[in-house]
């Protein structure tokens, strides 16, 4: 048993309905009890879907429990098919189904009906949301491909390949397929089939046809790909394209696996963000110390964007895939940093107190955690929310990804000119604790109450699930720190100079640290600490704080 | 008791009884919310309560996701997820939740109610909160009170979670002695500002012993006992009334405080058992129910002969049938309900206009059928069906917007009014 604030991932049906939702004709036969139904809303008013997802859910109830709940399966399925008339058929259990033990897939084959049927094993108390959506595709495709032959392949054909992994209910899934359909048709290979985002039943049985496959997010289609590499031959792309380098790197993978020259396009590459970065305004964004999270492909590409094409540096990298871990190990080594795998959101909290970025690159619960901190924050993955669905065009990924996260990770924070002006004019009453950037407008700036707690038992009337009601204030808001204790607690009682209690500073030293921009304070105090610690000086005076200034070099 | 009024309740006190109108009852997919969604609003209304649920991720998914909450600081309700170490052993899982419960108060100690809450998992692998709250109240920490309810969608639908959590308060509240005064209890969650009016205008009447349940904080649970008088203020708390009156208090049967007809039967009950005059009565509510009806008079131009369907969601749908219909004028085509409480809404029943057509229980794939045949100008439905259904070109109001908003009273009528108008202005207004 493991307490739970929030979480990152799903239950392992979500996943299956995840993929279900994306296909045009499968229909989910879910055994749950009522109130498992809320995920309908996931779709129907997170992600704006205009039709209900294909499920159908048995919704028992206690006193279903005495009796038959496999009959009401049984009745479920039947109706299902008959209204909906699926060309295959999903059937599966959530986690209470799941103890009751019904045996939906023995179930629904009793019923005899005359389309593929797949029963999905998903242990709910085990796994979760992207696995679940990961077999979910699996066994789907295998089911629908095992028996078909090796296609012959015909010399001097157009290359093809299968764009594999986009879903519904997926952070920018749709802008992203765009763009590398785009990508791909500068480079003359054509695209097959994707799936399973807007793809038939027909559509899977023609996979076996392309050439390759391009995995476009590895925890939703690896397993896929890989099996399909062992059935049918079909090689694929493992290079998540997010960022100018990754993009690179899959231009020249696809060239490797079919040929094709990629050099006009590398050459030119029809991308803003090189410039954008290197012109001199960027000048600020040099070592802005970032902390990232989310799901592993999308931290381990976002790392390396801020690395190599903003120039800031990693100071934490973390995910809640734990089935993808290694890649963000292998990252993590890579820039020097502690690799943080974890689903547990207190823990990522925790983390960020004691590293004191300057900005947070994660999901949207870190989105959360930086609006408490006062701390700049851009949303780079899923779990999704009402706002990761914008109306405008937005990919991740390919060129015109990378134009968009330059736009989006550099809006939250302070331009290069405002920062010095709150260096120098500390003082100026305008420039207190609570100035956020100004582009960001006077709203953004606005403190939170100081009981965050107030009991508001019935909300207001836009209080509307899923739409948090700052949602205009954007995805990046930056508040005023509620507090700088965090630097404080998180002071391990080793640093302390005294082990009796918390550092001491003078009243001057106090006040002088106070000069410092909120935004590098607590870091600049952690560092002074650490300092005096080390060379058990106490109390902490102006000169030690300048004196840590000069260790430290920042 | 008798209403004599020269204000409209006209058969307030007179049911015909729902055996008169035409019910369809129905069974196959329910697309409503569990118990567990009551929380959302239960646990700001106790402020130092916390909800610990006992559940799977599934719970705490539905809890973030119905609830849209991130945007609170950190909420008072969180989860113990079940994993499959637990399902090996009882034992176990019972070590587990005492080692869940001591984190959380750790982390929370200003909590000083804490309620064990049972989900359909818990409930499937017969989880005994029930010993577990006993065994942990006060001791794992002096002071904690600890409760437990189930708000499983296998036993509870959406509103009856706050049902079966006030239920669970009953037996924690103090004994009244037989000799105490008379006293008022208001049973139901409602929004701060709703309390306040309801407060001052039973003031102004002369009923001071008034109390709420919930009340807004754990210490200050209300007595109860043979001369309580209790009102409901939300038509889905059976087990609680149930419960009260084990305990000797006597149910004020009325309406539900929604619109200007039924806030006056509601207060006029209160009134009745209380020995408050006419005169009183009258002056008291007089400029509530003016108000009402003048900020009412601009809605009805907007909703008058529109046709309303609603989906089952919140056992409010009654009521709000009878204000929207006897007050609004709009034409009912289907009023669906997840259950029908037969005495609890007797009143209401009767109100109604003749032949509505009531549906219980639900089939929701039959029931879109018939929503999309009738194409009313307005459907009440929960989230999952909403935008679906505006792209059949139908019009909606979520349902769940009615639980999460201020609307009884005198004063909060036109809001009420005004959730049904907006989305039809918004359609006539759009341009796009």
Not at chain 1, 535 to 541: A, H
Not at chain 2, 198 to 213: S, T
Not at chain 2, 333 to 348: C, D, I, N
Request: with cysteine; glycine share 6%; proline share 7%.
């Amino acid at each position: 048993m493991k307490l739970t604030v929030w979480t990152y991932e799903g239950p392992p049906h979500v996943g299956a309905m995840r993929i279900a939702t994306a296909l045009k004709d499968v229909h989910y036969v879910l055994h749950a009890p009522q109130g498992d139904t809320y995920a309908d809303l996931l779709f129907t008013m997170i992600e704006r879907r205009k039709t209900r997802p294909p499920v159908t859910y048995t919704t028992f109830q206690a006193r279903d429990l005495g009796s038959d709940t496999a009959e009401i399966f049984k009745t479920a399925a039947r109706e299902a098919y008959d209204r909906f008339q699926p060309q295959a058929l999903l059937v599966g259990a959530s986690c209470t189904a799941e103890l009751i033990q019904d045996d939906p897939g023995g179930l629904t084959d009793a019923i005899g009906l005359p389309v593929p049927v797949v029963p999905l094993e998903l242990p709910s108390y085990q796994r979760k949301e992207n696995w679940g959506a990961s077999e979910t595709f699996y066994h789907l495709v295998r089911k629908l491909t095992k028996d078909l032959p090796k296609p012959e392949k015909k010399a001097g054909a157009q290359p093809t390949c299968n764009l594999l992994g986009p879903t519904a209910l997926g952070f920018r899934h749709r802008d992203d397929l765009k763009e590398i359909s785009k990508l791909l048709d500068l480079l003359n290979v054509k695209v097959n089939v994707v799936a399973p985002f807007d793809a038939t039943v027909a559509d899977l049985r023609r996979i076996p046809e392309a050439d390759f496959n391009v995995m476009l997010y590895p925890e939703i289609a690896e397993t896929t790909v890989r099996w399909l590499e062992r059935q049918f031959g079909q090689p694929y792309t493992k290079t998540v394209p997010i960022g100018v380098g990754a993009t690179r790197d899959f231009i020249g993978e696809i060239a490797d696996l079919t040929g094709v020259d990629p050099e006009p396009l590398l050459a030119d590459l029809p991308s803003n963000m090189p410039w954008w970065t290197r012109s001199i305004d960027s000048t600020y964004l040099t070592n802005k110390r970032v902390f990232i999270f989310g799901d592993a492909s999308h931290a381990a590409a976002a790392a390396r964007v801020a690395h190599e094409e903003m120039g800031f540096e990693v100071v934490g990298l973390g995910t809640y895939s734990r089935e993808f871990a290694r890649s963000i190990r292998e990252a993590a080594e890579k820039y020097d940093v502690e690799p943080l795998i974890t689903d547990d959101y207190l823990e990522v909290e925790a983390k960020i107190q004691e590293l004191q970025p300057e900005m947070i690159l994660g999901t949207q619960m870190e989105r959360h955690i930086a609006k408490r901190f006062g701390i700049g924050c851009a949303v780079i993955s899923a779990p999704v929310h009402v706002q990761d669905f914008p109306a405008r065009y937005s990919p991740q990924m390919g060129f015109e990804g990378t134009n968009v996260l330059f736009d989006t990770w550099i809006h939250p924070l302070m331009m290069g000119l405002e920062e010095h002006l709150i260096g120098m004019f500390r003082e100026d009453f305008e420039f207190s604790d609570d100035a956020a950037p100004s582009h960001l407008g006077h709203s953004a700036a606005r403190p939170e109450p100081a009981n965050r707690d107030v009991p508001q038992p019935h909300q207001s009337q836009t209080d509307v699930p899923g739409v948090p009601r700052d949602a205009a204030a954007g995805v990046a808001v930056l508040e005023r720190p509620t507090t700088e204790a965090p630097a404080h607690e998180t002071a391990s009682p080793g640093t302390a100079p005294d082990t009796e209690g918390a550092p001491v500073w003078t009243v001057e030293a106090e006040k002088e640290l106070k000069k410092i921009p909120f935004f590098v304070r607590g870091k600049a105090r952690r560092n002074t600490e650490a300092y005096a610690a080390e060379r058990q000086i106490g109390p902490i005076t102006v000169e030690t704080l300048y004196d840590a200034k000069a260790h430290f070099g920042k | 008791m008798a209403v004599t009024a020269p204000f409209s309740t006209p058969s307030a006190t007179a049911p015909k009884g729902c055996t008169d109108l035409p019910v369809i009852r129905e069974r196959g997919q329910r697309e409503v919310f569990c118990g567990l969604t009551g929380i959302i609003w239960l646990h700001r209304r106790i402020q130092d309560a916390f909800f610990l649920i006992i559940g799977s991720r599934t719970c705490a998914h539905l809890m973030q996701s119905a609830a849209g909450v991130m945007i609170f600081a950190e909420p008072r309700f969180g989860t113990a997820v079940i994993d499959d170490r637990d399902l090996a052993g009882l034992a176990d899982a019972n070590e587990e939740l005492d080692k869940v419960v001591n984190q959380l108060l750790d982390r929370r100690p200003e909590i000083k109610l804490l309620f064990l809450v049972g989900s359909c998992p818990s409930e499937v692998i017969k989880l005994d909160l029930h010993r577990a709250a006993e065994r942990l109240n006060g001791q794992v920490r002096p002071g904690v009170r600890i409760l437990n309810y189930s708000g499983s969608g296998i036993e509870t639908t959406f509103t009856q979670g706050e049902d079966a959590c006030l239920a669970a308060m009953v037996p924690a509240l103090p004994q009244a002695e037989a000799e105490a005064p008379a006293s008022l209890l208001v049973v139901g969650a409602l929004a701060d500002v709703v309390e306040d009016q309801f407060r001052r205008l039973f003031g102004q009447m002369g009923i001071d012993r008034v109390d709420f349940l919930p009340p807004r904080s754990a210490a200050d649970l209300p007595a109860v006992g043979p001369n309580t008088r209790y009102l409901l203020a939300q038509p889905f708390l059976g087990d609680t009334a149930r419960l009260l009156e084990d305990r000797g208090a006597v149910r004020l049967a009325a309406p539900f405080p929604l619109g200007v007809e039924g806030t006056t039967a509601w207060l006029k009950a209160a009134a009745d058992a209380f020995g408050v005059s006419q005169d009183t009565f009258e002056a008291v509510t007089a400029r509530g129910r003016e108000r009402a009806h003048r900020s009412l008079e601009r809605y009805r131009g907007q909703l008058a002969g529109k046709s309303l369907f609603f989906f089952p969601d919140s056992q409010l749908e009654i009521p709000l049938a009878r204000f929207l219909a006897r007050e609004m004028d709009m034409t009912l085509t289907e009023v669906g309900t997840p259950y029908l409480h037969r005495s609890h809404l007797a009143e209401e029943i009767g109100m109604l206009p003749e032949s509505t057509q009531l549906s219980e229980g639900q089939d929701v794939d039959k029931q879109l059928d018939r929503c999309l045949a009738a194409r009313p100008d307005i459907t009440v439905c929960g989230l999952g069906l909403a935008n679906p259904l505006e792209a059949e070109g139908l019009t909606t109001k979520w349902s769940i917007e009615l639980v999460f908003t201020p609307i009884q009273g005198y004063d909060q009528a036109a809001d009420l009014a005004d959730l049904f108008a907006r989305p039809l202005v918004r359609r006539t207004k759009l341009r796009v």
